[in-house]
């Protein structure tokens, strides 16, 4: 079992009105932990609404570095959960600020896709995985990200905790909204017939990791993995939560290997930087209309093709974390929060 050191005191959270930073902050303050975590927020309209939730909040900027030099100072731990399109700078200015305040656990919740969209089986277990660069701009941003993190440790200048979580579900998740839009639509895609791995994990779950890793002694400086105990197909992902919605929708298979040859003869236009965006957005105001593609976006082909299962066992031996939530009571739960009737879907 992993020493478990004294609760923390004030702890800082970016991406704190996101998708698992919002569930985070909704456990805190049904544990009564809610006091001591604050939000980083970019508004003071955003401030006042996780204040009338009953949450604390600061305002600053990831890209301002004396915004954040107030945010961090006091605070003992930062979760840092946040990520957008100037991601790396983004968490070095963060990394600065915690270091040249003294912050004793900085929380980095990284992802399993630092691997790539196809990772070799080597990746399924930490000790022989490998960070690297694959052309993808999230895989990429979140693999530098991660490094800056990891550099900060190895110089001495932050003690680190590093998460890698898998496909987070439930309660709103994007994974299961996207199924459900398809379904809402009236036909949904399944590539090879569904047989791509699925390393779903619940958002609980997670929440739980991320509150062990402030605490756990033996998890100082590394990286892990935070997946359920047994991985699904997506082809099961996909029906269970497509099977939420009415009138049932209709599947259709499609080759992956196809629409792999597709993209990689028509590849998808860079996102670029903030300029690029406004271009685009002035462009569709004239009128103009990007091609439909014939088939779904790549990254959607690379996920739902993933070739292997991650291993959760040094997030069960360095954090005294398990996942609790299996997939049957995740999609029960989510039914719920979706104010459908609490029964449980076609596997």
Wanted: hydrophobic share 40%; with cysteine.
């Amino acid at each position: 079992m992993s020493p478990i050191e004294p609760r923390p005191g004030r702890c800082l959270i970016t991406g704190a009105t996101g998708y698992i930073g919002g569930r985070l902050r909704e456990r805190l303050a049904e544990q009564g932990l809610a006091e001591p975590h604050v939000a980083l927020v970019r508004s003071p309209a955003a401030a006042d609404a996780v204040k009338a939730g009953g949450g604390a909040a600061v305002v600053g900027d990831l890209l301002d570095p004396r915004s954040l030099d107030a945010a961090v100072q006091g605070c003992e731990q930062v979760i840092h959960l946040a990520h957008g399109d100037r991601g790396p700078q983004a968490t070095r200015h963060l990394v600065e600020a915690a270091a040249r305040h003294g912050v004793k656990r900085f929380v980095h919740v990284s992802t399993m896709s630092v691997h790539g969209p196809a990772p070799g089986p080597e990746a399924a277990h930490e000790a022989t995985a490998r960070i690297g660069r694959y052309g993808e701009p999230y895989s990429d941003s979140k693999a530098e990200q991660e490094e800056i993190v990891q550099s900060a440790h190895a110089r001495g200048d932050l003690p680190v905790v590093i998460l890698r979580p898998t496909v987070v579900y439930g309660l709103g998740g994007h994974f299961e909204r996207q199924v459900l839009a398809q379904a809402r639509s009236g036909e949904v895609t399944l590539f090879d017939g569904g047989r791509g791995v699925c390393n779903a994990v619940f958002v609980d779950d997670v929440c739980d990791a991320i509150q062990a890793a402030q605490r756990s002694a033996d998890a100082l400086g590394e990286a892990m993995f935070i997946t359920a105990d047994q991985a699904i197909t997506w082809g099961e992902f996909i029906r269970t939560f497509a099977a939420l919605a009415s009138p049932p929708p209709r599947f259709v298979e499609r080759s992956a290997d196809e629409a792999k040859r597709y993209w990689a003869e028509h590849p998808p236009e860079p996102m670029g930087g903030v300029p690029t965006r406004v271009w685009r957005k002035l462009k569709r105001l004239a009128g103009w209309q990007p091609p439909v593609a014939p088939w779904p976006p790549l990254g959607r082909v690379m996920r739902e093709t993933f070739p292997i299962a991650f291993s959760n066992q040094k997030a069960r031996r360095l954090l005294d974390w398990a996942p609790r939530v299996d997939f049957e009571e995740g999609v029960a739960r989510s039914r719920v929060w979706l104010g459908q009737p609490a029964q449980h879907g076609p596997r």
